[in-house]
């Protein structure tokens, strides 16, 4: 346990930048713990990785990890994220945000990185509200639930994460929670060996605001929460409807191929590349 501990702290930048801003019990750092195991399980050399975050509590991952980092302004991560991941495809580049972040302002960028195919991992950490600034209601907010914005009930319907990535025409799409740490580590691991767009949906809790203003208790509470809702996916295709009722799925949604779009750029730039010995017959 100890060494592996330390091998999670190697990864720190911990002299730098800490002690960090996250609340004590939030899931953002369970989720980061699991993201760099997965890494390091995977072996990836940490100068070929490129975290890339936008603005929140999430978002502000990558400033306390030494990869290839870029903390970048509010919903527009996947824009930067796709720049740098074409001017040198080699990067891993993993995409950290939240779900205001990711799904309101960034919204449009979400579903349309979804659909380019390009090959970047995004971890969106789903605790139901916009911590950063004081609990605002957000696109994943449930129906009937509180926000700073919303003292009387949400009146909108909430975004299911998963299903719009999958619509939208993202390859690999999984859900996973910060309860079920273990497996989050696989979905994060099996996301960036996939090529093509990946998301992994991270259900974590606010104790701080949506928690006290839902009076949904403790960071441990919340994680009770999780634990008791979240089945499965193959145990869900065996259950009766009536045992799925207010329950979420975990685990791998969906995994499909489709030419990815570094490749196909590629692609078009060679169809017009001047071989040298003509540009210089051209003379
Ligand atoms: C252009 C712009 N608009 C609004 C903000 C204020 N702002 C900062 S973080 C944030 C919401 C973050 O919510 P989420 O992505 O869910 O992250 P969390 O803090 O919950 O992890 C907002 C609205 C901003 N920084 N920039
Ligand atoms: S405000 Fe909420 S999301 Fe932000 S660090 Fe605190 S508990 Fe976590």
Redo the contacts with the bound molecule.
């Keep these: 346990m100890e060494i592996i501990a330390a091998e999670t702290h190697s990864y720190l930048r911990a002299k730098k930048k800490f002690p960090n801003v996250w609340c004590a019990g939030c899931g953002?750092g369970i989720a980061l713990g699991a993201i760099i195991r997965a890494i390091d399980n995977l072996k990836l050399d940490r100068n070929d990785v490129a975290m890339i975050s936008?603005?929140?509590?999430?978002?502000r991952m990558p400033v306390y990890v030494d990869f290839n980092t870029l903390h970048t302004?509010?919903?527009r991560a996947l824009a930067f994220a796709t720049g740098v991941k074409l001017a040198n495809p080699k990067l891993k580049v993993i995409v950290i945000?939240?779900?205001?972040?990711?799904l309101?302002?960034g919204g449009n960028h979400f579903i349309h990185t979804c659909r380019r195919n390009i090959d970047i991992t995004t971890i969106l950490?789903n605790?139901s509200?916009?911590?950063?600034?004081g609990g605002?209601y957000?696109p994943t907010t449930p129906f009937m639930k509180l926000g700073t914005t919303a003292p009387y009930g949400n009146r909108e319907r909430d975004f299911d994460i998963c299903s719009l990535a999958k619509s939208a025409g993202a390859t690999f799409v999984a859900r996973g929670t910060v309860y079920h740490v273990t497996l989050l580590e696989k979905l994060v691991q099996q996301a960036i060996l996939k090529k093509g767009f990946s998301l992994v949906e991270v259900i974590s809790h606010?104790h701080t605001f949506y928690g006290r203003l839902n009076k949904e208790g403790t960071a441990v509470k919340m994680m009770e929460w999780q634990k008791e809702h979240a089945i499965p996916i193959q145990a869900a295709a065996k259950l009766p409807p009536e045992k799925l009722k207010d329950k979420f799925l975990i685990g791998t949604m969906w995994d499909v191929d489709f030419p990815e779009y570094c490749e196909e750029y590629d692609k078009v730039i060679a169809q017009f590349q001047v071989p040298p010995e003509d540009s210089e017959g051209k003379k």
């Design positions: 953002i936008g603005i929140g509590c999430s978002s302004t509010h919903g945000t939240g779900d205001g972040d990711g309101a302002i950490i605790n509200t916009y911590g950063m600034t605002q957000s606010c």
